[in-house]
């Protein structure tokens, strides 16, 4: 089994900033993808941003530019540095990682923007 513990999430205002982080725990498999997910009620989950092992960063083209994601394998984390936040970036944020086919998420963590 994995577990994901995400921090970071709260209220901030638009054009603020906040990062979010998620340290992975159990076993961890090499050659994984970590990444973040939004959700908002009545929608579909959608793609933030995700990374790869080695890098390879990939965005959901209205984050580009804005935010960015990072790991630290040596401590399994992944990291979200959210820049010039928009009130449409409120959401549930989900932390992710993919490894041999299987996903694992996070419980959510609430980011908040306000006017």
């Known amino acids: 089994q994995v577990q994901l513990v995400e921090s970071g999430g709260g209220l901030v205002q638009a054009g603020g900033s906040l990062r979010l982080s998620c340290a992975a725990s159990?076993?961890?498999?090499?050659?994984?993808?970590m990444g973040w997910y939004r959700q908002v009620p009545g929608k579909q989950r959608e793609l933030v941003a995700t990374?790869?092992?080695?890098?390879?960063?990939n965005y959901a083209d209205d984050v580009k530019g804005r935010f960015t994601i990072s790991r630290d394998n040596a401590k399994n984390t992944v990291y979200l540095q959210m820049n010039s936040l928009k009130l449409e970036d409120t959401a549930v944020y989900y932390c992710?990682?993919?490894?041999?086919?299987?996903?694992?998420w996070g419980q959510g963590t609430q980011v908040t923007v306000s006017s």
């Open positions: 992710n990682i993919r490894s041999l086919g299987l996903d694992y």
């Open positions: 990374i790869r092992t080695g890098g390879s960063p």
């Open positions: 159990g076993r961890i498999f090499s050659g994984n993808t």
